[in-house]
């Protein structure tokens, strides 16, 4: 029993809690893309973000085609960060991410999956006629939030200001 303990201690510490890797093969479409799969077995994760190292930019939107839950998506101008967040927590889930270019350039990129402000996964995906996902270098380049974007009722609001101000103006001007 004794030399058995340690043994299951050292297979315990050796398995990841998070897991981030490809699914499938790759596919065309106007661009290229891969299915790709991220499972927690130590709790859920609500945010998730991909950051450009090299070789073909995101195409926009980066992530699609989410298997489970509500996602809202943003993507940054330059094609090199993308976010998905949701609601509730998901304990298991695949996506696809999108890459503009031929399929022939060598590729990079890191993967984050956060429950909260937590990080709890950290990946770098290298395809190079094929996938390695090996674990992320531990950059904490932060969670990434999506620009705010002003509500409707805003610009109605100003709208409604403006044509306000005008009509007063209008008033003085006759008086």
Request: some cysteine; charged content about 15%.
């Amino acid at each position: 029993m004794r030399r058995i303990l340690p043994v299951l201690v050292l297979l315990l510490a050796a398995c990841p809690l998070w897991a981030f890797d490809f699914v499938g093969d790759t596919f065309d479409g106007n661009s290229w893309g891969q299915r790709f799969g991220q499972v927690g077995t130590g709790g859920t994760f609500d945010h998730i973000q991909i950051k450009w190292v090299s070789g073909s930019p995101f195409e926009a939107p980066a992530f699609r085609q989410f298997s489970t839950g509500t996602w809202s998506v943003c993507d940054w101008p330059d094609a090199k960060t993308a976010v998905a967040s949701g609601g509730p927590g998901s304990y298991a889930m695949e996506f696809d991410i999108i890459f503009l270019d031929p399929q022939v350039k060598p590729t990079s990129f890191y993967f984050q999956a956060y429950n909260g402000a937590v990080r709890v996964d950290d990946a770098l995906a290298t395809w190079n006629g094929g996938w390695s996902v090996t674990a992320g270098p531990g950059d904490n380049w932060g969670k990434v939030t999506c620009p705010a974007i002003p509500e409707p009722v805003f610009f109605q609001f100003g709208a409604m200001m403006g044509l306000g101000g005008v009509g007063v103006l209008r008033l003085r001007r006759k008086a």
